[in-house]
Nanobody
């Protein structure tokens, strides 16, 4: 059973930190890209990070550069999104997704999505 499972969301005060996890299981094809997206209420989904597994390069949206960091534990098939200096505008449902296609992109069709985890930044 192919699935991505996100966890780690919650309520945090502005300036605080959270770490999201995305665990890949049951995906029988090699995937070459793993990304985080987010969708705030009333807004379109936007790409947050994109990691190319072939060379380990991660791209960050301008809005999160310097505050968000990607890391991974290959033994656990898990990718982590460390979010620091959180702002109210980071409030959204965060999704991870994987793609078989080579090369990072937030506009191509992804092959598998997680169910999402809510992040709320509020005082």
């Amino acid at each position: 059973h192919e699935q991505l499972v996100e966890s780690g969301g919650g309520l945090v005060q502005p300036g605080g930190s959270l770490r999201l996890s995305c665990t890949v299981s049951g995906f029988t094809s090699d995937f070459h890209v793993i990304s985080w997206f987010r969708q705030a209420p009333g807004k379109e989904r936007e790409g947050v990070t994109c990691t190319s597994r072939s060379d380990g390069t991660t791209y960050y949206a301008d809005s999160v550069k310097g505050r968000f960091t990607i890391s991974s534990d290959n033994d656990k098939n898990t990718v982590y999104l460390e979010m620091n200096s959180l702002k109210p505008e980071d409030t959204a449902v965060y999704y991870c997704a994987i793609m078989v296609h080579f090369g990072c992109s937030w506009v191509l069709e992804y092959d598998l999505w997680g169910q999402g985890t809510q992040v709320t930044v509020s005082a």
